[in-house]
Structures are given as C-alpha cells and as structure tokens.
C-alpha cells in the first residue's frame, strides 16, 4: 500500500509526459500554462488509492486519474471566466492572460481530451467508467450554476447551500475514488461506501475550510483571514448566523454586507461568535467527518489496505489550528 | 432507402422525445430554449444517411446522432459568446438571452450529454465511435480558432483558410457519414471514402456560402447579400481579391475594409468582379465538389443505395443562382 505522498509522485511523474504541442499553439499553449502551475493533484490520487484500497494499480486507474485531473482544470478554467477571477495558485488566470475567448475554448477542448484518456481504459470498464465520470461532469456544473444563482438570493437555506457544496466539490472527490475501485474490481456496494467517504470528507472539508477562513490562525493557515467576510462570500457561517441572529445581529450583519465598514471583517466575526458559529462549525465538520469514516469503515477489505485513506482523510481535516 | 426528408421527419421525432427536466432549471431552460430552435439537422441526418448507405438503420445511429447534434449545438453556443452574436436562426442567443456565464455553463453541459449519448452505443462500437467523436470535437474547437487568429491578421494563405474551414465546419459533416458507416459496418476504406465525400462537400458547400453572400440573387438566396463585406469577414473571395489584385485595387480594397465607406459593398464587388473573383470561385467550388463525386463513386456499395446522398450532394451544392 502506497500513501498519499508516495502516489502524488508517481502521477505527477506520469503527468508530466503530457505537454500538448498540437496546433494552433494560441488554443493549446494556455493548457501547457495552466496544467504546468502546481495543482496538489487530490483526484487523480484519490483515483490511484480507490484502485489500490482493492487491487493493483493498472494503467486503467492512470487512465481515468488523467481525465479527473484535465477535468478538474477545465472546471478551473471556465469557473475563472465566470467569477471574473485575476489570480488562480498565484498566477495570472487563463482568460486574464489570454483572453476570455481562449480560456472558454482552451477549456473546451481540455474537457474533449478528458474523454480521450478515458477512451484509452479497456473496454471492459470502459461504459461504465464513462457513466459515472459523465454523471459527476454533469453535477459539477449544476453545483457552479446552483453557486452562481445562490449568489443573488437573500435566503438560502443550508440543506440548499450543502447540496450545492457536495456538487460543486465533494463528487468529484468521491467519483475520483470510485473510479479507481471500479478498476480495482470492488463490488457494488464497496464503490457505493468508497464514494460516500468521499463525498462527506469532501463536505467536512469545505465545512473546515470556510471555518479557517474565518476563524484561522494566519500563521497555520497559511492565507490570510477574512477573505470570504470581505468579498461577503455565502459560506456555511454566513448562513448559520443569518438563520440564528436575532433581529439586530441580523440587521447588522446585512447592513455589513451590503456596505464596505470599517473593520468590517472584525464586526462580522464578533457577530458570528456571539451566535457560537464557530462551536456549530466545527460540530457539523465532525458529523461529516464521522459519516464518512464510518463509510471507509464499512468497506469489506482487511484494515491494513484501508491505511493511506485513513491518514489522508485525517490529514485534509485537521483538529489542530 | 429514405431520402434526407424523411430521415430528417424521423430524426425530428427521436429529437423531440429529449426534454432537459433536470435541475436546477437555471443551468437547462437555456438548452430547451436553443435545441427548439429549428435547426436543419444535417448532421444527423447525415449520420443515419452513413448508417443506411451499408445496411438498416439501428438504434446506435440514432444515439451517435443525438450526440452530433448536441454538440453543434454546443459549438454554436459557445461561438456566439466569442463572437458577441445577439441573434441565430433569428431568436436571441442564449447568452444574449440568459447571460454569457449561463451559456458557458450550459454549452459545457450540452458537451457533457454528447457523451452521454455517446455511451449508449454498443460496447463493440463504442471505442471506435468515442475516439472518431473526440478528435472531430477537438478539430472543431481548432478550427473556431484558427478563425479568431486569422480575424486579427493582414495575410492569410488560402490554403491556411481552407484547412481552417476544414476544421471548423467540414470535418464534423464527415464524421457524421462516418460514424454512420462504422454503425453499419462499413469496411475501413469505405468509411475513409465517405468521409472525404463530406469533407469535400462541406468545403465547397462554405465557398458557395461565401459566394452567395456576395454574388447571389437575394430573392434565391433568401437573404441579404452583402453581410460578409459590410462586416469585412475574411471570406474565400477576400482573400483571392487581395492576393490577385494589382497594387491600386489592393490599396482601394484595404481602405474599404479598414474605413466604413459609402456604398462599400457595390465598391468590393466591383473589384471582385474585376480579378474575376466569381469565377474563380465557382470553379474552387466544382473541384471540391467533384472531389467529393469522386470519393462517394468510390465506396464499394451498389450505386443505388448511394442515390440519397447523392441527391442530397447535387441539392446543397445548387449551380442555379
């Protein structure tokens, strides 16, 4: 069994045979660009380890690792279109660097060459492969089209908000990790508990990252806090506090969205502490995070292959900020 | 055999029977809006054609078909963000009408649902198919930008031009015989015929496009003649005008284009018509006709079951204007 670093190596390694030098170079260097900039390649991995937690890792796993990973950058890509998004891992965006008109059809085609490594999975995987990774393809953009909407509504209710969540980033994860067990030759049920591990880690996870965004240490956290209050972000603590404020809490907090105050950030999380947001946070990270352990329990393979997943997933929630 | 009237009525049917109900309304309505829009469903059509030119017409034509079509639909989509279109087949576009991130979002979508067609083809079809409809969706997304490219240069080579039409508009028409013909078990040299024959005919079908919109007698045409020269497309007869041209009509020609002068349009085709221009052209678009002749003479099937698509060849490619 191989962990989560040793398999980042091993795909970054086979990553890297991948440079397009088709023609026009106007359509394929803005791939090269974007693809080169250092993702931490999650998916593909979670792809190889859901192969290994069963089986030998195949080609057939790299296969479907190499569309998860160009899907995910073409997700990247349109998304920065959309939210008109300058910087993406430090570096300039597609369309910012090649205009929006390369960035939407650059990112056309990656989706089209996602398609083209699955055709390369043998054909006895390959339909349904191609039925789970379309199904997850679609449901993405329904969770970035349900964020955009979201965006202009006034009252959005969690289980609303969760939904969009687990579409626009937790069945990726998870249909990354079921990918890999397909290929791995798991049964039905044991894909069905791999991918719910992943899909409610990829909830806690998003639970916990709108959570340090507000509440975390900028030295452990490593970005700075307060971004999301600032650019008055829907987060899972924006819509808990507007459900439970009382009236003038509430009042207060719209006055602060709507206008750019002074210490605006500060005032925001002053409110979000006196309606104990962040206790609920870290409570429904933790129901999250126990579905999904219990999933990854449930699976019928000898604990010592259930290793990697198991400090990967205590790894990506951490209880120490 | 069934002419492309009546496979048309018989595709229309299967076409209409696909209604996106799927959530959220926000991301599908748009499709439901533009797919309604008649469209002349060539493509398709074509691809059933190809079927039928070697044996019945089975289901996995008509899948192959759905996903020709949305695809079309698809570039169509995206094109008219990039090129800020306000109007096709004389309705809003999508992104006029529901915004551009909507119809970024929803044309990735419509993408994904080709594949979804895609994957209900028979397993023994199914790599053959995927691999011919990738590379034909990637050629697509080249050709559209090799046409954004050559939009932003002086001098472009006709022969760069024609490969871009090739891309952009050609190669889809012949992979939907093609794809037909693989369904019906068309041997390898057969289906390379045929996809020649589309090939052909698709380039000489975009000369008499240009043609029309610049020589065509507007009652005929059904539309107004002028449109490329008023909005100064690079179009074959540009082209051939400015590389055949003596100095003093180059220079007339490039103040043409570059200033909005009046009675521009009577001012380019008189140049036109000087460098012979017209007749240039119709002879470019007799040899990529009979180019194509050639290679539908050339498939190994008995001639009668060739008489629709050679109707259809002779009813597109009009020598009556």
Redesign the interface.
């Known amino acids: 069994m191989q962990s989560f670093k040793e398999l980042t190596e091993k795909f970054n390694h086979h990553f890297s045979n991948y440079i397009f030098n088709?023609?026009?170079a106007?359509?394929y260097e803005p791939l090269n660009y974007f693809l080169a900039s250092s993702g931490k390649r999650i998916r593909p991995v979670l792809c190889l380890m859901g192969n290994e937690l069963f089986d030998d890792i195949t080609n057939n796993a790299y296969h479907a690792a190499m569309a998860i990973e160009y899907f995910h950058n073409f997700s990247l890509i349109?998304d920065d279109?959309?939210d008109a998004a300058s910087l993406r891992r430090g570096l300039e965006t597609v369309h910012k660097k090649y205009g929006a008109?390369?960035a939407?059809?650059s990112?056309?085609?990656l989706?089209?060459?996602c398609?083209?490594h699955?055709?390369k999975i043998s054909?006895n995987y390959?339909?349904h492969i191609?039925?789970l990774?379309?199904k997850t393809?679609?449901e993405v953009?329904?969770g970035?089209?349900?964020d955009?909407?979201f965006e202009k509504e006034e009252n959005v209710l969690l289980d609303d908000y969760i939904n969009m969540i687990s579409l626009k980033t937790s069945v990726l994860l998870a249909a990354s990790l079921e990918m890999g067990a397909i290929i791995g030759g798991a049964s039905e049920g044991n894909c069905k508990h791999l991918y719910e591990f992943g899909k409610n880690l990829g909830i806690a996870f998003q639970i916990q990252d709108d959570y340090l965004d507000a509440f975390g240490n900028p030295e452990k956290f490593g970005k700075d806090v307060g971004g999301d209050i600032r650019q008055n972000k829907k987060t899972f603590l924006l819509l808990y506090a507007l459900a439970t404020a009382n009236n003038q809490q509430k009042q207060e907090l719209q006055f602060l969205i709507k206008n750019n105050a002074e210490n605006k950030v500060e005032k925001v999380l002053k409110i979000y502490k006196d309606c104990n947001v962040d206790a609920w946070a870290n409570e429904l990270k933790e129901k999250y995070f126990q579905i999904a352990l219990k999933h990854l329990h449930d699976i019928a393979v000898v604990s010592v292959r259930k290793k990697p997943l198991l400090e990967l997933a205590e790894f990506l929630i951490q209880r120490d900020y």
């Open positions: 088709n023609k026009p106007s359509l349109h279109i959309m008109n390369t939407l059809l990112g056309d085609v989706l089209i060459y398609y083209e699955i055709n054909n390959l339909p191609l039925q990774f379309n393809a679609r953009c329904e970035q089209q349900l955009m909407d």
